[in-house]
């Protein structure tokens, strides 16, 4: 990519990064550019667990710190969920002419170059900009997830109540991944029976499991607060 792009982004030009992905979509390599600044966070699961409705409550959060953020959704809203997409709640929590938040979505089944490839481009060009925080979403628990989230500085797995009997069977390996663990949807039932599978498989590896409800933010303080500890400050 043109070394004076990818300089504007570095610099912190908003204009400059959302043009830099565009062509990154459009299959451009990004080429060397160096460290990343802002160390990333990945949150991943199956569709509908509710990733982007925490993701709004943590940008919410973050704001209220002080703290710019960035939020890249890869491959956002499963239309076999019905969640709306991240920039649509963000909007809907009025973050729009927000300058200290920066959200993109990148839609890229079918990339030539592949999901993992454009993504993670995108990935560390986003974490040249000088955001505070940068969080990356993805939906699934399939191969492409787990190579997208072998750039993060710290991943966490959210999953819905109904997911027991699928930590077993987990056959791309996220939850080996994962360094955090969230059961959202906490007002349903099931979510303790789930947190306490995932307890099983967590244990091994010191991850911590949280329960969470996004939509009346129950929970999220204290995910941010494990994150933070993550990814260190
Ligand atoms: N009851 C309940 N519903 C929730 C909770 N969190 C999210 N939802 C709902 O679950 C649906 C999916 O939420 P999203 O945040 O779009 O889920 P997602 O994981 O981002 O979905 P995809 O991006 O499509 O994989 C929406 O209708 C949310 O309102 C929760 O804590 N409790
Ligand atoms: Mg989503």
Redesign the pocket.
Known sequence: MEPSLVEAVRSGDRKALARAITLIESGQPLGEIGDRRTAIVGIT????????????VLIEMIRDKGETVAVL?VD???P???????GD?IRMQAHVDDDGVFVRSMATRGHLGGLAEASSDAIRLMSLAGFDRLIV?T??VGQSEVEIMDLADAVVL?V?PSWGDQIQADKAGIVEIADLFVV?????SGALDVKRALREVADAGGAKVLV?????G?GVDELLAAIEKLVGI
């Open positions: 699961g199956p569709p509908g667990a509710g990733k982007s409705t925490l993701i709004a959704a956002p809203s499963s076999l969920t019905g969640g709306a997409i991240l709640r979403e939906v699934g959210v819905g959202n949807k906490g007002d349903r969470t409800t996004a939509t009346s129950d």
